[in-house]
């Protein structure tokens, strides 16, 4: 995939590098965004160095580093992009903990959905979420999200189409001053 730069609510989005990967794996691995992954492993730097580098080869999906006025704050992502469902799973984290409760998250969230609705195509993104992780139900409720289905193991389907999208977003958005 090609690389991205994209520029929204005082937030950027580019592409992940290799000399950032060490930064985003500690991140990662950090018990308190580990524990909020779906897949919890310990992540080595040759684990790492093999993932980004098939990533990099894929062409359904981009990994991206999220700045805040210059400063590198968490990890947005599109992944399982499908162009001829013109459908995708958005994920990101925000790594320092003052930016964690307050607008911020939704600056980045928004960034990145603008990019797959406006950018990309998208007509649906799909997201993955634990019912114990109620913080991240209501943010992506409060995003615009739809529960379409839940299993046995905890977690629950949500999708976002781009009209229920806008609508949340603009409740949101004119709070953003950035």
Known sequence: MEDIHFNRY???LTSLQSDEIEMVRQWR???KIASLMLDQTYITEAM???WFIRMRQSGNQCYMLARFRGEPIGVASLTAIDMQRRSCEPGMYIY???YRNNILPFCVAFALNDLAFEQLGMQRLYGKIFDENT???RF???SGYIRYDGNEAGLSLYVLEQ???LAARAKIARFIRY
Do not use: K
Request: net charge negative; hydrophobic share 25%; charged share 25%.
């Open 10 to 12: 005082g937030i950027d």
């Open 29 to 31: 691995n950090d018990p």
């Open 48 to 50: 790492q160095q093999a």
């Open 96 to 98: 320092p903990d003052h």
């Open 135 to 137: 913080a991240s139900v």
């Open 140 to 142: 992506h409720e409060a």
């Open 163 to 165: 009209e229920p999208y």
